[in-house]
């Protein structure tokens, strides 16, 4: 596809596995910013460069439709990571084919993936940039640099040029499974919070929430186990916006994420975290809290839909009360079954999120095209899985799945869940390993991609549509 200005017209060629640049214009110092080789052309000039990250950020100069845009004006959104940086052509289709009024949210890594991978925040945008324009994108895209811990992963993501900043101060929630006690609270960081505990406790309890359907009374020991739960965490976010609205040039879109947690976030808690991150001067436009059970990567949800449908009604009620903001779904992919409840819950104020199902659709093509490479692939994700396993929301079991793939319907055993949860935590340890023959298996992937895009397209469309369906049909607000 092409993307045309006034002066220029840029378009991605493809030659068998490799990729390049082109770009034209009737002049030539029109072609100053790009960097390659340029001929004349016609009536002007042509010129061929590298998919780099030079010629990503000319691009962007160049066509505002290149720039990622804030989604928070936009009701309802999705976001869909690409680890390996060939997805965004067919997410783009996905989106153009099945998610008509969707923010799509096509730049997306959280810092994690991005250590795992030894990717920068520019590589995942500039892959974005070029996937864009291959699939003559013009309708614009969200950049979400997700899970951040660190004041650096801030600077990492500003310096891409990302514009959703995902604040993720889980590491600072405490474990008040075994109960909490009035001394407790009083160990928190009173100072930085601001605050102090018969304040706190004035504020809130014997308050009445309402949860949409219900009302709660908050009692003294909610407060006590919000606080000393997530009190330190609080401090965690507002340090981190802190330092995102001190360092951003660009406006941005926040979202506080505490999904990653063993422990479920009550109602309560979640109404508490956003008084207090808002009495601190914090804005945010999604919050994931941690929802009832059920959310596991890559699979159905596994939970009870009904309790999913309450839980998600309770925590759109009070995001409704400081102003409305969306509730964010992460480990959101291969959910069919709840999207519908999902958007009827939220009024459509909803976020998806995710990301390493767009990974499977890229080794159901290798497994189609390079059963070998595919199964490298499996016997060291499968390895890997019990140790990575731990740092994930997983329950699939390695012995219920063949060591060998003599004979398997390797499409099938993708779609199962147990292989692809293996498959999706295993990603890091097998795409930095090597096959048999020393050969790196990232590389390898890459060419099976490259050189097989419209089947990579075809099934990332169809996969991905399939999420995007139910998210489309958004009611208006009431
Ligand atoms: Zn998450």
Redesign the pocket.
């Known amino acids: 596809m092409t993307l045309r200005t006034d002066a220029l017209e840029a378009s991605i060629r493809v030659d068998g596995t490799a990729r390049s640049l082109q770009v034209t214009a009737p002049a030539a110092e029109d072609l100053t910013p790009f960097e390659g080789t340029a001929v004349a052309h016609g009536e002007g000039h042509l010129l061929t460069g590298p998919l780099s990250t030079a010629n990503a950020v000319a691009l962007q100069a160049a066509f505002p439709v290149l720039r990622p845009r804030r989604i928070s004006d936009h009701r309802t959104s999705v976001g869909t990571g690409d680890r390996m940086g060939l997805a965004t052509p067919g997410q783009a289709r996905a989106f153009a084919e099945h998610g008509t009024g969707v923010m799509p949210v096509l730049a997306q890594q959280s810092i994690r993936e991005m250590d795992r991978l030894g990717r920068s925040a520019r590589s995942v945008m500039d892959d974005a940039v070029f996937g864009l324009l291959e699939a003559g994108w013009e309708s614009g895209f969200g950049a979400d640099c997700?899970?951040i811990k660190t004041t650096e992963g801030i600077d990492r993501g500003l310096e891409a040029g990302f514009v959703m900043f995902t604040l993720d101060p889980g590491d600072a929630v405490a474990d008040v499974t075994a109960g909490v006690t009035r001394a407790d609270a009083e160990a928190l960081p009173w100072d930085l919070l601001e605050d102090d505990l018969a304040s706190l406790e004035a504020r809130y309890a014997g308050r009445t929430l309402d949860l949409g359907g219900e009302q709660i009374t908050v009692g003294e020991q909610d407060v006590l186990t919000a606080a000393v739960k997530y009190g330190r965490a609080v401090v965690e976010a507002v340090r981190l916006h802190h330092h995102l609205l001190e360092r951003a040039e660009h406006e941005v879109d926040v979202e506080i994420?505490v999904?990653?947690t063993a422990w479920e976030t009550t109602f309560f808690e979640h109404f508490y975290l956003a008084a207090e991150l808002r009495r601190l001067g914090v804005t945010w436009s999604s919050f994931?809290p941690r929802y009832v059970d059920g959310f596991e990567k890559g699979v159905e949800f596994l939970g009870d839909a009904e309790e999913l449908r309450r839980n998600l009604e309770a925590h759109h009620a009070i995001a409704e009360q400081f102003g409305g903001y969306k509730i964010s779904l992460?480990?959101g992919s291969d959910k069919f079954s709840i999207y519908p409840l999902c958007v009827e819950a939220t009024e459509g104020l909803v976020h998806l999120?995710t990301s390493g199902t767009s990974y499977l659709c890229g080794l159901e093509v290798v497994a189609e095209q390079d059963p070998e490479l595919f199964s490298a692939i499996w016997g060291i994700s499968r390895a890997s899985y019990v140790r990575a396993r731990a740092s994930y929301q997983v329950s699939a079991e390695e012995s219920r799945t063949p060591a060998s793939l003599e004979g398997a319907d390797l499409r099938e055993l993708i779609r199962s869940n147990d292989a692809r949860q293996i498959l999706h935590v295993g990603y890091g340890d097998s795409l930095n390993g090597t096959d048999a023959a020393g050969s790196s298996i990232h590389d390898r992937v890459l060419a099976v991609l490259a050189a097989h895009q419209d089947r990579h397209g075809a099934i990332l469309a169809e996969h991905i549509g399939r999420h995007l369906a139910p998210f489309s049909a958004v009611p208006a607000p009431r």
């Open positions: 997700d899970h994420a999904d990653e994931a992460h480990t999120k």
